[in-house]
């Protein structure tokens, strides 16, 4: 059971990433997949969160309209966009499994990969 997070890099502030978070030994179909992150220094917050069919999300209020959460079942693989990048965003972003039909709080995720890292400059 493995996720594998990818996709992020250094970006201008104001720009887009996407990111993707790619199950290898599971199928994701059964599970809800949350996008947290860490800044350095600073503890890991939840992102973003979608339910296992795609009908329901959560987003934090710091990234409500700019990043949108999404999954390809077909493909076994869910997807952050990211637009309107800001300094702040900076992280290690990290994607987890829960078999929750939704949640946001660290405890509740059950599977963790590796993340990625995220920079955005000014």
């Known amino acids: 059971v493995q996720l594998q997070a990818s996709g992020g890099g250094l970006v201008q502030a104001g720009g887009s990433l996407r990111l993707s978070c790619a199950a290898s030994?599971?199928?994701?179909?059964?599970?809800?997949i949350g996008w947290f992150r860490q800044a350095p220094g600073k503890e890991r917050e939840g992102v973003s969160c979608?339910?296992?069919?795609?009908?329901?999300?959560y987003y934090a209020n710091f990234v409500k309209g700019r990043f949108a959460i999404s999954r390809d079942n077909a493909k076994n693989t869910v997807y952050l966009q990211m637009n309107s990048l800001k300094p702040e965003d900076t992280a290690v972003y990290y994607c987890a499994a829960t078999t929750l039909y939704i949640a946001s709080r660290e405890s509740d995720f059950d599977f963790w990969g590796e993340g990625t890292l995220v920079t955005v400059s000014s």
């Open positions: 979608i339910n296992s069919s795609g009908g329901s999300t």
């Open positions: 030994g599971f199928t994701l179909d059964y599970y809800a």
